[in-house]
């Protein structure tokens, strides 16, 4: 089937702006990871949804980031009141169950805040 | 807490030629799986290889192969005959009792003709 889908591909924004970011994970998969890549570095996680349990939102930086997952599927990540330093490319992983499985990431969303 | 290490931000090889990628890791834990991703230009990222702490025997897949040092916690990543759409940033992970994975800055391979 089709693998993790992120929309949009790009967005470009004003700071103090609320942007919505969407991930369509693969259908089946109970765990669904949000991670951030700032210019020149590594991934950090952001937060984790397992099956129905609370989601794991040790990662998120500050309380302008936020995210839910719809019935077990579809989820958006939030981000209020932009700053410039929430530009970033967001990455969306689903994996199929289990703490170790591989996670397959979606292409991205670039977020440019101006 | 978990760090990984990719010492080499940039690297270049050329076509059909052998390069390896290094990686170390920090950990208390005894049992964890470590990776390595390919992140091409198109920024999806692709798992290349991954390796269970437990086991001993070094993970081998076609083209690639890790060197993994449980003692030394290094993880280093083999190509072989390179090809030119190796180019890409390579990530490697690094995954225990906790949820996420937690990642290297990357290395930045190119693959020249």
């Known amino acids: 089937g089709a693998g993790v889908s992120q929309s949009p591909s790009n967005k470009v924004t004003e700071k103090g702006k609320d942007v919505e970011l969407r991930c369509d994970p693969i259908s089946g998969h109970t765990a669904l990871y949000w991670y951030r890549q700032s210019l020149g570095q590594g991934l950090e996680f952001l937060i984790y949804?397992?099956?129905?349990?609370?989601?794991?939102k040790s990662g998120l930086p500050s309380d302008r980031f936020s995210a839910e997952r719809t019935g077990g599927s579809v989820s958006t990540l939030t981000i209020q009141r932009t700053q410039q330093e929430d530009s970033a490319v967001y990455l969306c992983?689903?994996?199929?169950?289990?703490?170790?499985?591989?996670?397959?990431f979606g292409p991205g969303t670039r977020l440019t805040v101006l | 807490a978990q760090t990984v290490t990719q010492s080499q931000p940039e690297m270049s090889v050329q076509e059909a030629e052998t390069v390896t990628l290094s990686c170390t890791y920090d950990?208390?834990?005894?049992?964890?799986?470590l990776f390595w991703y390919k992140q091409p230009p198109s920024r999806q990222m692709i798992l290349v290889i991954r390796?269970?702490?437990?086991?001993?025997q070094n993970a081998t897949e076609n083209r690639f192969s890790v060197n993994f040092q449980k003692a030394a916690k290094s993880f280093s990543l083999k190509i072989s005959d390179s090809q030119l759409g190796d180019t890409a940033m390579y990530f490697c992970a690094f995954a225990n009792s906790g949820y996420a994975l937690n990642f290297g800055k990357g290395t930045s391979l190119l693959v020249t003709p």
């Open positions: 949804f397992q099956g129905n349990s609370a989601p794991d």
């Open positions: 992983a689903s994996v199929p169950g289990g703490l170790y499985n591989e996670q397959f």
């Open positions: 390796q269970e702490a437990y086991k001993q």
């Open positions: 950990t208390s834990e005894n049992n964890y799986y």
